[in-house]
Structures are given as C-alpha cells and as structure tokens.
C-alpha cells in the first residue's frame, strides 16, 4: 500500500515504508521538462538541473555533494520531456538530513552568474559529446521526425545556439514558474518515518503558495505517409531507429503495447533478436522500445549494424512487423513474454531507488500509483488476440518513421524508401 497526502498548496508526498531494508530513496520530482520549453528556450530545464548542483541558500555546491555522500549516500538528477527529479539513496536514518539538501536545492537555487557562464560550457561540450555518438545522434534525428516543429522534436540538452543564448533572468524566471508546490511531487521508499517526513515538508513548503500549471502544448500528428531520414557520417557503424506513434500513459492498452515490445524486442528470446542477431549475424545490438508521454508516445526499434548490412537489416525489421501483424502470436512467445514482463516489473519494486522512481513517475503524470498485484492481473488478462490487434493499430505503415547515422549510409536512401513502401503494401 501507498501512502499519498496532498497538501493545501499542492505538494504531493507519496511513501512506501519497505521492512527489511536499511536504505531509504528520496525525490522530488517536477512537472516540467523540455517540451515545455519554447525554441528560445530549449535547454533550459536541463540547464537548470545543473545549476541546483552549484549552491542553495544554506548550501555551497562542496556542501550539498558532501553532506549526502559523506553519510554514505548517493545523489543525482535527471531532466526528461516531461519531468525532472533531483535524487538521492541513503541509510534511512539520514532522511532528515537529506531531505534538507534537497529541498534546499529545489527551492532556493543560488543561480549565481559564474555558476551560469561556467555551466553552460559544461553543458556546450555534452551536446558536442552527444553529437559525436551515433546512438545518441539518431535518436535526435528520429525525435525531430516523429514530432516535427514541436518541443518534443527538439534536444532535452538544447543546441549549442540556444544554450549560448540562456540568460541569468530567464533561467531565474522559469524555476519562478515551474519549481512551485502545485508542480511538485516527492516520493520515498524504504527506511524511513513516514510523520517525520510530513512535518518536514509541512515546514519547507509551507510558505510557498499553489500555482496553477500551464497546460502542455498537445501534438497533434499531422503526417499521413511514411519519413525517412539517413545522415552519412564518418563513424564504424551504422545505427538505426524504426517507429511508430503508440500510446500515451494512461491508455487503457499499455499493458498489450508492453507485452508486445517484449515479444517483439524487448529481450534475447525476442523475434528481432533471434530473428537479426542470432539466425543471420546483421547486428550486434537490436531491441525495441516504448516511451509513453502524457498525450502521445512511441513504439520503435533501434539496431546498430555494419554498414555493409544496413540495407538488409532495415528490410528484415520491417519483414518481422509485418510478419508479427499477419501472422499473429504463438502461446508459448506470449506466455513467456507476460512471465517476463510481470516479473521484471515486480523485482524492480525490491530496490528503493526503483521503487522511489515507480512512484514518482506514476503519481506526478498520471495521478495514480498500482500496486504489483494489479500489475499482474492487467499483464495476465492480455491475449494473443489483443497484441496482434494492438500490433495492427501501432504498426501502422503511414505512422512510420526511419532514422539512420552511418557511413555512406545516404546514398541507400533511395533502396530504404523502396523497402518502407513495400512495407505499406504488405
């Protein structure tokens, strides 16, 4: 069972005390990310998760680092579309302590202008580590494709030209706007007293007042036939990614969409890696992949190929999609697909850092939180039936999206676009 309160300005706590463990996990999770970021803008939700590092209002940056880790602990952050959380794990009995730190860094950031100017180096040359990796480089490749002219579409990290451009001001008036008692969500599992982290809060939060958020810029896809986009680059290998628009959190058949990735993708007794890897070679990495947004979301498969095998690769892919809508699932793919699904989701609830992020995520973008048992009946009422139906409405040719970074990959454009085709016609 979990514990969720709501306060009168609009913070939520969530709390799952876990016998039997000695380590606690706390977050504090923020209802905004890069896709509310405007073009101007872009980055500055990553940006500013670096700047909460750099010093608070009772904290130095040395200060907030060595009073976690110096207890033994651990803590990080990570900026997403939607969210970003600041985290750490520890032996339950410093939760007050840490609880303190980051708070501190949420709600009151120094935000001084040589942190700024000596961040946005700092994050200047991650964009330019992250443009010098393929596997990293596709998938912006892929995301500007898939929601074109839209938030989503654009870097979480931002581009060199719009990092430059942040200033101190608006760095500053994005935090006023978003890191606010309404936007928030902490989350706790493990070692821990549940009232001492209540009044903690009652007493950190309780003079920030409630805002109401701004709604979400929704997508609306407005493509009705297939985009392909191949980039040559001077790299070993060439990295692919295929995909369709799927469902968004709450969609009522994410648990059919889950055990298809699954079966499809999603581990070594999987169709593609058996199909790709182990039967014909063409690729050491392949797998598939479901992100879930809160209005939209993507199914898709990424590989990473010798160039030489690209073409055949990409044809062999598209060969299994259409092969899994016609001819449908076998009870023993399905069987094993749920067993695993049902129990990869369960074991990650043993860890409180899991079980922390399980939470977090769940309450802040949904509302809700399930518990394993529910878990387990939604993946055991799937059926054959139901990932072949939901297989057709996801798989759909039109939908798709193609992405490729390689060698001399650009002059098979043409051959990929043929393949895409004849996939529609399957």
């Known amino acids: 069972m979990y514990k969720i309160r709501e306060y009168a300005n609009g913070l939520r706590l969530i709390t799952k005390k876990m ?30 998760e670096h700047l909460l590092f750099k010093g608070s209002r009772r904290f130095s940056g040395d200060e907030i680092k060595e009073s976690i880790e110096g207890r033994g602990g651990s803590l990080n952050a990570f900026t997403a579309e939607e969210n970003t959380c600041y985290y750490a794990k520890f032996l339950g009995r410093h939760l007050e302590k840490v609880a303190t730190v980051l708070t501190d860094m949420v709600l009151y950031p120094l935000l001084r202008p040589r942190d700024i100017e000596k961040e946005r180096t700092v994050i200047i040359e991650e964009i330019k ?6 596997q990293f480089q596709v998938q912006e490749i892929y995301d500007a494709i898939m929601w074109p002219g839209h938030a989503l579409g654009r870097s979480i990290a931002g581009t060199i030209k719009s990092v430059s451009a942040l200033r101190r001001r608006e760095i500053a008036a994005y935090h006023g706007q978003w890191y606010r008692p309404a936007s928030v969500v902490v989350s706790c599992a493990g070692d821990l007293e549940e009232t001492l982290l209540d009044a903690f809060l009652v007493r950190a939060f309780g003079r920030h007042k409630g805002t109401r958020e701004a709604p979400i810029d929704v997508f609306t896809d407005p493509a009705k036939t297939p985009s392909v986009k191949i980039v040559s680059k001077d790299i070993e290998q060439t990295n692919l990614v295929i995909g369709f628009p799927a469902f968004e959190r709450t969609h009522k058949d994410r648990y059919i ?16 890696f058996n199909e790709v890897r182990e039967k014909r070679g063409l690729a050491y990495a392949i797998s598939s992949h479901v992100k879930k947004l809160k209005d939209n979301g993507i199914f898709f498969v990424t590989a990473g190929v010798d160039s030489k095998n690209f073409l055949e690769a990409t044809r062999v892919i598209l060969k299994e999609t259409a092969r899994l809508k016609k001819d449908g699932v076998r009870a023993g793919e399905l069987k094993r697909a749920k067993d695993f699904l049902t129990a990869q989701s369960i ?4 860890d409180t850092m899991d079980h922390m992020l399980w939470m977090g995520d769940s309450l802040l973008n949904t509302g809700t939180v399930q518990t394993k048992e529910e878990l387990r009946r939604r993946i055991a009422r799937v059926t054959a039936a139901d990932v072949v139906r939901v297989a057709r409405q996801v798989m759909a040719a039109p939908r798709m999206r193609v992405a490729a970074v390689g060698p001399k990959v650009a002059r098979e454009e043409t051959a990929v676009r043929k393949a895409v085709t004849a996939f529609t016609r399957s």
């Open 257 to 272: 969409l889950g055990v298809l990735h699954v079966l499809f993708g999603g581990n070594m007794s999987s169709r593609l």
């Open 347 to 350: 074991m990650t609830l043993d």
């Open 19 to 48: 016998p039997h463990v000695s380590s606690a996990s706390l977050g504090i999770w923020v209802n905004t990310g890069s896709r509310n970021e405007s073009a101007r803008l872009n980055g500055v939700s990553h940006y500013l």
């Open 129 to 134: 580590m992250y443009k010098d990796l393929p």
